[in-house]
């Protein structure tokens, strides 16, 4: 048996993970990429990551949002919590995200990210 067939992880979005995990790779290497994943990450590296890699602008807000429901996050959230889109000046493209709680707004640096597993 392989070592990618010891440990399987299911994912509640596999495609918009693979595209994390892709784009992380691109830009970071593997080594960094795995730590990043592994040991987490804030919210604003990844944003960084993702508007680094390859992808339209779209893609990596998507892949982002989509890929969210499989990571740990901190502080823990609740219940009850949702995202903000924040736009460039006089533009429709997503520059950041913030994460909007019944007990306040957390920017992106405030929240960490670590791929469930």
Do not use: C
């Not at 006089?90 to 640096?109: F, Q, R």
């Amino acid at each position: 048996m392989g070592p990618e067939a010891r440990f399987s992880v299911s994912l509640k979005n596999p495609d918009a993970i693979a595209v994390i995990v892709s784009a992380l790779r691109q830009v970071h290497g593997d080594d960094v990429a795995r730590m990043m994943l592994v040991e987490g990450m804030s919210l604003a590296n990844l944003i960084d990551a993702m508007f680094s890699a390859p992808l339209t602008h779209r893609e990596a807000v998507r892949a982002i949002t989509d890929g969210l429901d499989d990571f740990v996050i901190t502080p823990d959230l609740g219940l009850i919590w949702h995202l903000k889109y924040i736009y460039g000046p006089g533009s429709l493209h997503v520059v950041d995200l913030e994460i909007a709680t019944p007990d306040g707004t957390l920017a992106s640096k405030d929240v960490w990210l670590r791929l469930a597993s």
